[in-house]
T-cell receptor, first 111, second 109 residues
């Protein structure tokens, strides 16, 4: 019973490098989300996908892109990483009228 | 626009004392409100939601539409309640789920 799985768990990038954070869920949920967690800022929504084939901007989308590859997978891409993107990233999924289930997080450091 | 505000970043109380974590929201439609909790080294998980009107681990929360609040309360705090608590809002029928800034609750022995 994996739930929501994020890879990698940790990553260090140099400024300007690109990378993709992967998220997969095995609960057949329609909606998926990407958040970043920063001290004092709480959880801020980057992008979300209400269903396969759709994506929408959240509160802090600048510098990020997403792909809803299929119902299971929702990836977050940083094209040119910046130190301001140092954060802990969480993926979540939910079905209609249910709670959101979270991944274990990806700790990203941009130097 | 959806907005959730948790005015206290840190809250510290003694074991056995009452606890209240504040949550205020801004939303023009009908909101669905949630409290999520993150214990040390664990994933964020749902604590309770307003539509179920239940008590979980002794916590309750009542949606006050007049004051646009959804404060989390517990009459007698326990040490295992120490954690990070997030209030969250989703519009009814919508999928966008936004969170507040979080409150770190510490229960002192």
């Amino acid at each position: 019973n994996a739930g929501v799985t994020q890879t990698p768990k940790f990553q260090v990038l140099k400024t300007g490098q690109s990378m993709t954070l992967q998220c997969a869920q095995d609960m057949n949920h329609n909606s998926m989300y990407w958040y970043r967690q920063d001290p004092g800022m709480g959880l801020r929504l980057i992008y979300y996908s209400a269903s396969e084939g759709t994506t929408d901007k959240g509160e802090v989308p600048n510098g990020y892109n997403v792909s809803r590859l299929n119902k299971r997978e929702f990836s977050l891409r940083l094209e040119s990483a910046a130190p301001s993107q140092t954060s802990v990233y969480f993926c979540a999924s939910r079905a209609a009228n249910t709670e959101a289930f979270f991944g274990q997080g990806t700790r990203l450091t941009v130097v | 626009a959806q907005r959730v505000t948790q005015p206290e970043k840190l809250l510290s109380v003694f074991k056995g004392a009452p606890v209240e974590l504040k949550c205020n929201y801004s939303y023009s439609g009908s909101p669905e409100l949630f409290w999520y909790v993150q214990y040390s080294r664990q994933r964020l998980q749902l604590l309770l939601r307003h539509i179920s009107r239940e008590s979980i681990k002794g916590f309750t929360a009542d949606l006050n539409k007049g004051e646009t609040s959804f404060h989390l309360k517990k009459p007698f705090a326990q040490e295992e309640d120490s954690a990070m608590y997030y209030c969250a809002l989703k519009g009814q029928g919508a999928q966008k789920l936004v969170f507040g800034q979080g409150t770190r609750l510490t229960i002192n022995p």
